[in-house]
């Protein structure tokens, strides 16, 4: 068996290997490409939401892996195939986290704690500009640091407290998620001119 380090050429998308995979996710054609791009598109978002900077390319690679191993699992596989293109999304993230280039710091010449200042002040503002219940779903949400996060009490009891569902409670805090490091982005941008 190859490494994960195999010649990517081997996981080249073939139409063979597409309609191979079409016809594991289901056996009408119509249904098996609407499930292949829901797949595709939840793949993105799960990369975009790990900060991922190429995360249609890790999705293409993710679904490429999974039709290279389709005839190992096609024949033992129980369940929606669809939560093994999630499982395998989680090993090419890892890769990705060990194999991602340093982030250059940009033109910014000032001090590391300057920046973090500016980038603190930038956070407030930007906190401000938001609504009331925006700014608490943010606070709740991503507030309680990385071992909150990892707690599912804390965020099935926000889900049940906004009478909305985990999955909803997701995608809002997402949206929300990005429309604040926008507005970050643009103040940074603006206060470094």
């Not at 998308?13 to 016809?23: I, N, V, Y």
């Not at 190992?72 to 989680?90: T, V």
């Not at 930007?126 to 990892?150: F, H, I």
């Not at 999955?167 to 805090?173: D, G, V």
């Amino acid at each position: 068996m190859s490494s994960s380090g195999s010649n990517r050429a081997d996981r080249t998308l073939t139409s063979e290997g597409f309609d191979s995979l079409l016809e594991w996710l289901d056996p009408d054609r119509e249904r098996a490409g609407a499930k292949y791009e829901e797949i595709r598109r939840r793949l993105i978002k799960i990369f975009m939401g790990r900060a991922c900077s190429s995360a249609e390319d890790l999705a293409d690679e993710t679904i490429n892996r999974v039709i290279s191993k389709l005839s190992e699992i096609k024949s033992d596989f129980r369940g929606e195939p669809a939560r093994y293109f999630y499982g395998l999304a989680n090993k090419v993230h890892l890769e990705y986290l060990r194999k991602r280039p340093l982030q250059p710091s940009g033109t910014w010449d000032a001090p590391a704690s300057a920046r973090v200042e500016l980038e603190f002040q930038c956070l407030e503002q930007c906190l401000g500009t938001l609504p009331e219940s925006e700014r608490q779903l943010l606070l709740l949400y991503y507030g309680g640091g990385k071992r909150a996060q990892r707690t599912p009490d804390v965020r099935n009891e926000l889900a049940t407290k906004l009478g909305i569902s985990l999955a909803a409670l997701r995608i809002r805090a997402f949206r929300s998620k990005v429309h604040l490091q926008k507005c970050i982005q643009r103040c940074l941008e603006a206060k470094e001119l």
